[in-house]
């Protein structure tokens, strides 16, 4: 067994020592895989996006503005008086001026008043006298005597129908000094001293002096309802 192996060697060296020559660089390149790395490949990291919170709304009261407090050093304006006293002379003046067109109505008033006196006293008093003359000549004489008067009152209500101061004041004096003309009228028809009328004018002519008395009446009663 030793012989056997001995020759085995020796024919090897044998053989090696017969190889030829060969160049190193002709040699083909055997490189080995290179092992694994012992760390493992890094795994992806999955990134994970939380969602925001919502935001909390926070409502800012409004700072209380410090309270303005007067300034001492601050001047005061002085007191403007003028626009006062123009308003007071204007409310004087326009109590004035109503206050003697009261007084002025009243007055009228009176007047009007004193007519319809003096005017029941022709139509009650003086016509009933003219007509109790038992003769035309003394019933005239007696209505020629008091025409003056007549006449004034005549004027008088002329006056009141101008001066009135309301147009109801101006009618009234006028409606007045119609009635007291008519009723003039009627009296100077009745007082005529005619030898030739005749018995129906004369009841015509009472007629119309009873109608003129009437509407005197009538008008002065208007004014006391």
Known sequence: MALVLGITLVSGVAACDSLPDIDPSRLPDISLPARPS?????????TVTEAPAPAETVT???APSPSAEPDAAEE????VWWPW?????VLLVMLIVWWRWLAKRRAWDK????????LAWVEDSLVAQVLAKPTGAEAAAQWDAARPRVMDLDRELHELG????????RGDAGQGLE???GLVVAVDAE???????SADALRARRAELDAARAQVRTWIGAARR
């Not at 006293?85 to 002379?89: E, K, N, Y």
């Open 38 to 46: 012992d760390t493992a490949d890094p795994q992806p990291t999955e």
């Open 85 to 89: 006293a123009i308003a007071v002379a």
């Open 191 to 197: 007082a005529s001293t005619q030898a030739d009328t």
């Open 60 to 62: 800012e009261e409004p």
């Open 111 to 118: 007047r009007l008043e004193a007519a319809r006196s003096e």
């Open 179 to 181: 009635v007291l003309r």
């Open 162 to 169: 101008e001066d009135a101061p309301s147009d109801e004041r």
């Open 76 to 79: 005061v304006e002085p007191f």
